[in-house]
């Protein structure tokens, strides 16, 4: 029997859909993968920009790591100046592995002045260069430096022409005259004078400054055993040194005050003016040329000691028309023990003076005698690890009237020893 279906009125046969949405899906696939592509593209383009940063900061810090090479072959006791320590140069000094690497460059501008340049180079070949001035300044570059003032006073009637250097707290007796720049490390200045406060700078005495709180200066070691590895002349025992015109020295061994061997005579610059004495030093005489004394134990000093250049044609440094310019000698006498000053009457000393260790420091031997306070005239510098007492301040002794001699920064005696390097001028240069 024939089935007949009966048909549902005011409806009709919907076409069919199927396959209709797959246009749009496609459409939207294609541009989320154009995104996700940019995305990708963008973080590679991010990613090789953090890299060239991350490179770049690597190169910078590898030319640091340079600089600070040098500076610490520079500070590393016994200290030498640059050309002595590593040379001067291109690629003098280079270090670093596989994260990069640093050429150091060393020009010597001027004697005792350098201008190092580092450069870093990182491993995906990032390059930068730093450059800084580094210089060398020797004992004596203030005129007065102390480790420890010891207690003992400036008094009325001293003159220091220099500046003044001290880790130690500085005592003033009336009125002393400072006329240039003092430091000092101490928090405090020890004023003899009722109602004056410690902690203030009497300009009547400090007309230049003074600044407290100063960095301790660092008086080092081994300064005599320096001059002794590149001293010229070598001798054991005492001697009589007496310095002569035309740049030589006269030396005799001393067995007493009355007894010596017999003289010899040598030239300054055939010993490459540098002495070294494993005893006590009596030292007297004009120099003429450049020489530097050091003694393990003591130097006397039996007379005036003066420049042949700064007491002849030149007038001495405490006369009208003295001319320091004019100055070209140079005399540097270190001792362990102590520096003594002979004789009762005004005395001229043209030296470089340090004592490098001992209680006695730069000392006179009528200290402690009535003899009118006669001054004790130094025209160069004075170092001192402990001080030394030349006069006291009830009218004994020696004043003190002492001046810079400042041409020591930059023709410092022979194997002087060197106290520390300055830095400056720092700057990025690539």
Request: charge should be negative; include cysteine; charged fraction near 20%.
């Amino acid at each position: 029997m024939k089935r007949f279906e009966t048909p549902v009125v005011g409806s009709k046969r919907r076409p069919s859909r199927r396959g209709a949405a797959l246009p749009v899906v496609i459409i939207l696939m294609g541009v989320i993968s154009m995104v996700g592509l940019g995305l990708v593209n963008l973080g590679s383009v991010d990613a090789m920009e953090t890299a060239r940063t991350v490179s770049t900061s690597q190169a910078f810090w590898l030319a640091e790591a340079g600089l600070c090479h040098v500076r610490t072959i520079a500070s590393k006791p016994p200290l030498e100046t640059l050309d002595e320590a590593i040379g001067v140069g291109t690629g003098v000094l280079t270090g670093g592995g596989m994260n990069g690497s640093y050429s150091v460059d060393i020009v010597e501008l001027e004697l005792g002045l350098f201008r190092v340049t580092s450069t870093g180079t990182a491993p995906g070949g990032q390059v930068a260069a730093v450059r800084q001035l580094m210089s060398t300044t020797v004992f004596g570059t203030d005129g007065w430096e102390t480790d420890e003032e010891a207690g003992i006073y400036f008094a009325t009637g001293d003159i220091l022409d220099l500046s003044v250097y001290s880790n130690d707290e500085l005592n003033i007796y009336g009125t002393p005259l400072f006329t240039e720049p003092a430091n000092s490390a101490a928090s405090t200045v020890h004023y003899v004078r009722p109602g004056r406060p410690s902690s203030s700078v009497d300009t009547n005495v400090f007309t230049a400054g003074l600044t407290l709180h100063a960095p301790n200066l660092d008086f080092g070691t081994d300064h005599i055993q320096n001059v002794a590895d590149c001293a010229g002349l070598l001798l054991v025992g005492d001697w009589q040194f007496d310095f002569l015109d035309g740049g030589k020295i006269s030396y005799r061994e001393r067995f007493s005050s009355s007894s010596y061997g017999p003289p010899m005579t040598n030239d300054l610059t055939a010993i490459g003016g540098s002495i070294h004495v494993d005893g006590d030093a009596y030292v007297s005489g004009t120099v003429d040329g450049e020489a530097t004394l050091a003694s393990t134990d003591d130097i006397f000093l039996e007379q005036d000691i003066r420049y042949e250049s700064a007491s002849g044609s030149n007038p001495g440094p405490n006369d009208a028309g003295f001319n320091p310019s004019a100055v070209d000698d140079a005399l540097g006498l270190i001792a362990a023990d102590k520096i003594e000053v002979m004789g009762d009457d005004d005395i001229d000393i043209h030296a470089a003076i340090f004592v490098t260790d001992g209680t006695a420091g730069f000392t006179t031997n009528q200290k402690f005698k009535r003899i009118g306070q006669p001054y004790l005239n130094v025209y160069g510098s004075l170092s001192q690890k402990r001080r030394g007492v030349v006069g006291t301040t009830s009218g004994r002794g020696f004043l003190k009237n002492y001046k810079h001699d400042m041409t020591l920064g930059s023709n410092p005696p022979p194997c002087w020893p060197l106290r520390n390097y300055d830095f400056s001028r720092w700057e990025r240069t690539k």
